[in-house]
């Protein structure tokens, strides 16, 4: 596969004192050898034109501009001003166009001067969850659980370094050579991860996962068909009676989405402290304190862990102690938090099944180096994590909850679980559509019964048992 390789010749990389965003911009936006960002080929004799045009206002609209003033305005206002210029040399030039490519051309030089330039059109689609840029030529999307490729390209690897450099300079960092691994955010929120050459041999890497503003409810789950609307219930009443609850599953399963669905049916009055590595939970009560982990800075200081968050989360008297994504050895605050009186605790955890979140638990604690013997660190999960629910994204890109499971102990080294709604696949129709069924193990009094009782959730909860179990059969 040597062919597919690409030279790449890094962008001159910005000095420190270069760093705001519109110099950046200023060495992005400089005409390049190569015109052309769309290559789909019926459309090269008008692409040719059209980018020999964009060119050439290019040109002339650095020498007008006066980026660094450019740099201090609002990005609407900034927007406004390049679009007045662009169009008065668009006049000036007579060029012969219709309004429609007048447009689309002023709105893609605003794009690269200010913008993510190529990216821009995709960043404005709400339907899509991540962007993936493999080098200049390959951009791949995710829609409705699918990737495709797009036929959108950038102009060379510098054009595409560039833009990372302009996305990871808003927290603060740089890509480049000495340190081509970078994550930053998007001011709408969104996650980036940049790796650059030499360490990502197809050019420079970026991996956008799109923010949700709004994030999906539990009847929206159900619309979805991700559960049903008797399992739903069945959640609801677990969020709301203070379970200490484990969501597991796979990248992009639903996990993070699933907990803040929980976290909705704990009451206005608790005091919630969330954790995450960056900020996505978007939890409706009052008395909510957000904290977020931190990297560490360039010169490889600062860093803030996890571990260190959740610690100190136990001297803020929480009463709900939510941790985004438990991957080390946080798992063993989380765990004595949730055995401290702090429940309703909830965290997320990467496992295929119930039963594996368990044993990944374990393991993140022996590796953090606690040393505690297998069997007290079993014990301790067991007692802690009153539910399991299994989130997974199928191979139709389809995302279900798979499994609503308790914890119930141990026998002998055994952890016992016991399942109360799981999801069965059947096989798939004609389209790839995977079918399959939710249903009702029968269990009409799990464990934690005790716990909805003492929150008057008792009656509530057999009733929602009951009718899961009658819709099946
Ligand atoms: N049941 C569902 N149906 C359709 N899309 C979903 C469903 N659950 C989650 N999503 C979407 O899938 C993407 C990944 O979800 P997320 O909760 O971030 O996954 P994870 O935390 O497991 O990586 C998001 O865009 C989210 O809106
Ligand atoms: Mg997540």
Redesign the pocket.
């Known amino acids: 596969m040597f062919g597919k390789r690409r030279e790449f010749t890094p962008a001159v990389a910005p000095t420190p004192t270069d760093a705001a965003p519109l110099k950046v911009v200023a060495g992005n936006v400089q005409p390049a050898a190569a015109p052309v960002e769309d290559t789909r080929t019926s459309e090269s004799q008008r692409a040719k034109a059209y980018y020999d045009l964009k060119r050439e206002i290019f040109s002339a609209l650095l020498e007008t501009i006066d980026v660094a003033q450019l740099g201090n305005m609002e990005v609407e206002e900034a927007r406004r001003e390049v679009s007045g210029i662009a169009n008065d040399i668009l006049a000036a030039k007579k060029a012969v166009i219709s309004t429609a490519v007048q447009e689309e051309l002023v709105s893609d030089i605003c794009d690269d001067v200010l913008g993510y330039g190529p990216l821009e059109p995709l960043l404005a689609r709400d339907d899509i969850?991540?962007i993936m840029v493999n080098g200049d030529n390959y951009i791949f999307i995710e829609t409705?659980?699918k990737v495709t490729q797009t036929n959108i390209r950038f102009r060379d690897n510098s054009q595409l370094l560039n833009v990372c450099q302009r996305i990871v300079s808003q927290v603060g960092r740089r890509v480049d050579e000495s340190s081509p691994i970078c994550d930053a955010r998007l001011p709408d929120g969104s996650r980036v991860n940049v790796i650059a050459p030499p360490l990502a041999l197809e050019g420079p890497t970026l991996t956008i996962?799109?923010f949700?503003k709004d994030?999906?409810t539990l009847d929206?789950?159900v619309e979805?068909?991700?559960?049903t609307s008797e399992g739903a219930e069945i959640l609801k009443i677990i969020g709301r009676v203070r379970c200490n609850i484990l969501i597991s599953?796979?990248?992009?399963?639903?996990?993070?989405?699933?907990?803040?669905c929980l976290t909705r049916y704990a009451e206005s009055d608790e005091r919630i402290i969330t954790c995450e590595d960056s900020a996505?939970l978007q939890l409706q009560q009052p008395h909510v304190v957000r904290l977020e982990t931190r990297p560490p800075n360039i010169e490889g200081v600062g860093e803030i862990t996890m571990r260190q968050l959740v610690k100190n989360c136990l001297r803020m008297r929480p009463e709900r102690i939510i941790v985004g994504?438990v991957r080390g050895p946080e798992a063993f605050d989380l765990l004595q938090a949730m055995n401290t009186g702090h429940d309703g605790s909830m965290g997320?955890l990467h496992a295929n099944s119930p039963r594996e979140a368990l044993s990944r638990l374990e393991s993140m604690i022996t590796m953090g180096g606690f040393s505690l013997p297998m069997k007290t660190v079993r014990e301790m999960a067991v007692s802690s994590i009153d539910v399991i629910v299994q989130?997974a994204?199928l191979r139709d890109g389809?995302?279900?909850?798979t499994h609503i499971t308790e914890v119930i102990g141990l026998e002998g080294d055994v952890p016992i679980t016991q399942d109360l709604f799981v999801y069965d696949m059947m096989g798939e129709d004609a389209q790839g559509k995977i079918i399959g069924r939710h249903r009702s193990t029968g269990i009409g009094r799990p464990a934690f019964w005790d716990k909805a009782r003492y929150y008057g959730e008792d009656e509530r909860l057999t009733a929602a048992l009951a009718t899961a179990h009658a819709s099946d059969s």
């Open positions: 969850s991540d409705g659980g996962r799109r949700k994030k999906l929206q789950l979805l068909g991700a559960i599953g796979g990248t992009g399963s639903g996990k993070t989405t699933l907990l803040n996505e994504e997320t989130a994204r389809s995302r279900r909850i």
